[in-house]
């Protein structure tokens, strides 16, 4: 078979016990037995320079303040040999520089898996060396990805027989269906820790790292199918669920005699059953299919336009080396990214599997389908204009992930070579957009709790409940719903202010089991304590948070297992839709839709100018 790879230029060679004196210092499993055995020791606390307000790249700051606080950089140059072997390794352009970097395989632990996952292995197989990738020769002619929905049977023969030479490839290749599923549940659950900090996770998920780890994930998928079939032209199909004619699991997935089929599906949820891309757990009964269009329209729009206006909005909050995992996803990798994947999944099985949880959704080949659309919206959101512009920041450009290739050798890429797909070779077809017009629109009684400048300076909440509204101060569960008046930093707004800087919620959330579906969704100025679903496609609907049921092995930097992270919602197209602009403030209301009782506690609550 022809080779679709382009030879590398540098080579890091791997042996014996070096391993992780070169590239891993802490070996994984040593560590995991100590922590385990004795418990986390702690870790102190870990700042770096914040930027100035309006920085397209701001610096992100963890928990600044403290005796024990120091600056991160200053750590790592003080790391010496444990950076520099890391750096030595990626060819980082300097020390000073703090990208997050993943270790070589061989220094892969075990994941963080569920009770009825034990013994399962996530790690790839070990390897001699490490290549450097370097970018192909421009192609003539780019790999093309088509809508699912719309392939035809040439190419639907061509991908059957695909992936059937990848499923029956042995278990032990790097190449086979089973190790290419295994890579997400390493990133993912635990299974790597980062270059120079043995007590930290490295997750791919809930920050900056997601689009670009996944661009690169799809990439040597599809170098692989490709190759095994001889074919430098394949490109995989993505799950058009962004158009109506692709909002149902697309039909060459549900043949249940293709490789591409999985039993381990919701059975609800086979077609014609229409998507629900703001899926709260369960089926919403009260709305025909054409609603349910309308309502994936709409959420697609505030998603894609009002909530992606910046980078950190739609590409996720910063994540540096040194800093703890999930500082905060973008807005679409939350909806739709995440209630796809529950939707998907077999709501029947412990865990949702497969595609319900982080540690099993790659063992559905529907999963790769689905993170095509994702690097698509990736794509799309680039042409939209405003301030939609990728992260310059050297951290996320410098970060660095490792694959196997088509040919099983293991290769080290950064985001910075994947910024551009045609770069890689490949683009999307062109299709419509339907949801690029369909704007919400505020209800009748939208003004009613809006906040006037009689707003208290601090967000105080009153918790919702049939019988009562009781005032409270934050940290509080959310158990039902929280609504609280929250202070905006500037009224009336030029337009010039509008288009240059985007006003945000930010809210603080710790879940505290993070392995069950949490999902909650955001209202602004709305009247009812717990609106109904039907809610979702009016501007009072702000944004969703949703967390995928996945476990991680260490703690965060209170030394417990929660989830502490941060939502943004985009706040300026929406308070304009309201009519609010001239209010102090606005009423925010959070309401629970998936997750257990006491399971999410709301830290704070604030609006800044981005």
Request: charged letters at 20%; one cysteine or more.
């Amino acid at each position: 078979m022809s080779s679709l790879y382009s030879p590398p230029t540098t080579t890091t060679t791997i042996s014996g016990a070096a391993e992780f004196k070169h590239h891993h210092v802490f070996p994984k499993t040593s560590q995991l037995s100590i922590s385990r055995s004795l418990g986390r020791r702690p870790i102190p606390k870990i700042s770096c320079k914040v930027a100035k307000d309006g920085d397209q790249n701001p610096k992100t700051t963890n928990n600044e303040g403290g005796a024990n606080m120091f600056n991160r950089r200053n750590m790592l140059i003080g790391l010496g040999g444990l950076y520099g072997a890391a750096t030595t390794l990626g060819g980082a352009p300097s020390t000073l520089a703090a990208p997050v970097q993943t270790p070589n395989p061989n220094a892969c632990g075990p994941a963080d898996l569920p009770s009825n996952a034990q013994g399962l292995n996530c790690c790839p197989p070990r390897t001699t060396s490490i290549v450097d990738f370097v970018l192909p020769t421009p192609p003539t002619t780019l790999r093309v990805r088509q809508p699912a929905h719309l392939v035809d049977d040439e190419f639907r023969e061509k991908f059957t027989r695909a992936m059937s030479l990848m499923k029956a490839l042995p278990s032990t290749d790097p190449r086979s269906f089973t190790q290419q599923a295994n890579v997400h549940c390493a990133y993912c659950n635990g299974g790597y820790s980062q270059v120079g900090f043995p007590n930290m996770d490295l997750q791919v998920h809930n920050s900056w790292l997601f689009y670009p780890f996944h661009r690169w994930y799809l990439y040597f998928y599809e170098r692989i199918l490709g190759n095994l079939i001889d074919d430098p032209t394949f490109a995989i199909p993505f799950w058009n669920w962004d158009t109506q004619a692709g909002m149902t699991m697309p039909a060459m997935y549900t043949d249940q005699n293709s490789p591409l089929f999985d039993p381990i599906r919701d059975r609800g949820h086979q077609p014609p059953k229409v998507l629900d891309l703001n899926y709260d757990g369960i089926d919403s009964n009260d709305l025909p299919d054409q609603s349910m269009i309308a309502n994936n329209l709409t959420v697609l729009n505030r998603q894609m336009v009002n909530n992606s206006t910046t980078a950190r909005l739609f590409l996720g909050a910063p994540y540096r080396a040194g800093s703890f995992p999930n500082p905060g996803g973008g807005s679409v990798e939350n909806i739709p990214h995440g209630t796809v994947h529950v939707w998907t999944g077999d709501r029947n099985r412990p865990n949702l599997e497969n595609m319900g949880n982080f540690y099993s959704a790659a063992r559905d080949p529907l999963f790769y389908a689905h993170h095509a659309n994702m690097d698509r919206m990736w794509s799309v959101w680039k042409t939209l204009g405003g301030n939609r512009r990728d992260y310059t920041d050297s951290d996320w450009l410098n970060a660095a992930f490792i694959f196997y290739n088509e040919n099983a050798q293991a290769v080290r890429v950064r985001v910075r070579d994947c910024v551009d797909s045609t770069k890689l070779g490949y683009n999307y077809q062109e299709v419509d957009l339907p949801w690029i017009n369909a704007q919400p629109t505020a209800s009748s009684s939208s003004r009613v709790r809006s906040v006037t400048s009689s707003t208290p300076p601090t967000a105080n909440a009153m918790e919702s409940t049939s019988k009562s509204n009781k005032v409270v101060k934050f940290p509080k569960p959310l158990n039902k719903s929280l609504r609280t008046n929250v202070t905006r930093p500037k009224k009336s707004r030029s337009k010039r202010d509008k288009d240059r800087d985007e006003e945000v919620l930010v809210i603080e959330v710790d879940v505290k089991k993070h392995d069950e579906y949490v999902k909650f969704d955001v209202y602004i100025n709305d009247e009812d304590d717990i609106p109904s679903k039907k809610m979702q496609v009016k501007a009072e609907y702000a944004g969703s948070f949703v967390n995928v049921p996945h476990r991680h092995t260490h703690g965060n930097n209170r030394g417990n297992h929660d989830l502490e992270t941060t939502f943004r919602v985009g706040l300026t197209q929406l308070i304009v839709q309201l009519g609010a602009d001239d209010d102090e403030g606005v009423t925010v209301n959070l309401v629970l839709r998936a997750g257990s009782k006491g399971n999410v506690v709301i830290k704070s609550m604030k609006i800044e100018i981005a």
